[in-house]
């Protein structure tokens, strides 16, 4: 049985669980998707069905994707996925997959873009120490020594330094899933669900729980 769906993040809220704890809660529009393919063992080599979610216009698409699309009698979609699935017969192209397949969880996975925020020194970047604040230190929030210098006479790989932060995918494990709202498609999560607002997520069954 599939246990996962493609959402969008809306923002956050707040709740009262059953025992009138007040509880933050962030709010993702949990599709609906529709499934587009279908993967079997014995053509692709694995189960799974690969669902789409947010519908686009077809101009908006190139003529590979757009072609696969129309074969399959379907609307165009911005994003693609694959879950798998222990069966893929029990799924046909064109099917709806709206959030109560995940009605039934307790704990769950969310897979998501973090924010980017851009170019960073190694204090932000790596929580590094930094150097004295004195003026006369001279050495403040720079990186500090690069290596060895004769030998091997170059920076060696997996060096902590100033970049480009944030904007990777991040899987937040075992967050708890407060309700599901299945006449709106509404999850409540509870937990660090990465990314921004309109940020779209792949929302799991925990690997943990």
């Known amino acids: 049985m599939l246990q996962g769906i493609i959402g969008k993040k809306i923002g956050m809220t707040q709740v009262f669980n059953e025992d ?10 949990a599709g609906p998707c529709q499934v587009v393919r279908t993967l079997t063992k014995e053509k692709d080599g694995y189960e799974a069905i690969q669902v789409g979610y947010d519908e686009i216009k077809p101009k908006l698409v190139n003529k590979p994707d757009l072609g696969q699309f129309t074969k399959r009698g379907l609307k165009p979609y911005r994003l693609l996925r694959e879950f798998h699935v222990s069966d893929s017969s029990q799924y046909q192209v064109g099917q709806e997959i ?10 769950v996975d969310v897979i998501g873009t973090s924010k980017g925020k851009g170019f960073a020194g190694v204090i932000k970047r790596h ?12 050495f403040h929030r720079a990186p500090g020594s690069m290596g060895a210098s004769s030998q091997p006479s170059r920076t060696l790989k997996n060096r ?9 995918r991040v899987t937040a494990q075992k967050l708890k899933l407060v309700s599901v709202d299945t006449e709106n498609n509404l ?3 509870r937990g660090a669900v ?8 792949i929302i799991l069954k925990s690997k943990k729980a």
Do not use: N
């Open 98 to 107: 709206k959030s109560e397949v995940l009605k039934d969880l307790v704990w």
């Open 194 to 201: 990465p990314g921004g607002k309109r940020g779209v997520v």
């Open 127 to 138: 929580h590094s120490s930094g150097g004295p604040g004195g003026h006369g230190s001279m």
């Open 20 to 29: 009138g704890r007040l509880v933050p809660v962030t709010v993702i529009q």
């Open 160 to 168: 902590v330094l100033p970049g480009h932060m944030g904007d990777v």
């Open 187 to 189: 999850v409540l999560i």
